[in-house]
């Protein structure tokens, strides 16, 4: 069995960890402090999660679910990419400029693709 089939195995088994696992995708893609690194550390996790997960009652569609992904992808690559910038003193105001010029960026590729 393979990683995939075991974890939907076990989310269609327990319904406290399906539960669990169903609100914080709901979360990520409502609500923007979900998204936050400190509250998702692993987004990787998350997305397998997301593939578990799919088609199961509650959980976001597709289509909702990855234009969030995408656009928490672009602000975690480009706080990444800017990070001895403002790790060096810039303070706050430089993460926050970064983090909504990336966010911006990212919600205009992804409309232009769709």
Same mark, same amino acid.
């Given at each position: 069995?393979?990683?995939?089939?075991?974890?939907?195995?076990?989310?269609?088994?327990?319904?406290?960890?399906?539960?669990?696992?169903?609100?914080?995708?709901?979360?990520?893609?409502?609500?923007?402090?979900?998204?936050?690194?400190?509250?998702?550390?692993?987004?990787?996790?998350?997305?397998?999660? $997301?593939?578990?997960? #799919? %088609? &199961?009652?509650?959980?976001?569609? /597709? *289509?909702?679910?990855?234009?969030?992904?995408?656009?928490? !992808?672009?602000?975690?690559?480009?706080?990444?990419?800017?990070?001895?910038? $403002?790790?060096?003193? #810039? %303070? &706050?105001?430089?993460?926050?400029? /970064? *983090?909504?010029?990336?966010?911006?960026?990212?919600?205009? !590729?992804?409309?232009?693709?769709?």
């Amino acid at each position: 069995m393979n990683f995939w089939r075991t974890l939907r195995a076990v989310l269609d088994d327990d319904s406290v960890l399906r539960q669990h696992v169903v609100k914080g995708l709901q979360n990520f893609v409502s609500d923007e402090w979900a998204r936050h690194k400190l509250r998702v550390p692993d987004a990787g996790m998350l997305l397998a999660c $997301y593939a578990a997960a #799919a %088609g &199961m009652e509650g959980v976001p569609p /597709v *289509s909702d679910f990855f234009a969030t992904y995408l656009d928490e !992808s672009f602000v975690r690559g480009a706080m990444w990419w800017q990070k001895p910038a $403002y790790q060096n003193g #810039a %303070g &706050m105001s430089a993460r926050s400029e /970064v *983090s909504a010029v990336a966010k911006s960026v990212g919600t205009k !590729s992804y409309d232009a693709k769709v």
